[in-house]
Nanobody, 115 residues
Framework: QVQLVESGGGLVQPGGSLRLSCAAS????????MGWYRQAPGKQRELVAR???????NYADSVKGRFTISRNNAKNTVYLQRDRLRHADTAAYYC?????????WGQGTKVTVAS
């Protein structure tokens, strides 16, 4: 059974930093492409960052230069380091594990950027 568990959300001030983690189980983590998505209230879920099994990272334009995705295959964990946070980064953040046409999702972790 595939399980993805996100953690690290919470309240942070604008300009601050926060690191999200997603621990995976039930999969051969190293062969999966891992992604972070977010969904703000009233908006569609959007891709934030993605890292392939080969460690190639891609980012949405809105987070380039501020967010960094990384993975630790030994710990079956993917991370999203988020710096210089903005109000617009407020959302529920979801982890995904993709292999071909199969996608698995975590339950999400909420992040609020506010003074």
């Amino acid at each position: 059974q595939v399980q993805l568990v996100e953690s690290g959300g919470g309240l942070v001030q604008p300009g601050g930093s926060l690191r999200l983690s997603c621990a995976a189980s039930g999969i051969i983590f190293s062969i999966y492409h891992m992604g972070w998505y977010r969904q703000a209230p009233g908006k569609q879920r959007e891709l934030v960052a993605r890292i392939t099994s080969g460690d190639t990272a891609n980012y949405a334009d809105s987070v380039k230069g501020r967010f960094t995705i990384s993975r630790n295959n030994a710990k079956n964990t993917v991370y999203l380091q988020r710096d210089r946070l903005r109000h617009a980064d407020t959302a529920a953040y979801y982890c995904s594990a993709d292999l071909g046409a199969l996608s698995n999702w975590g339950q999400g972790t909420k992040v609020t950027v506010a003074s």
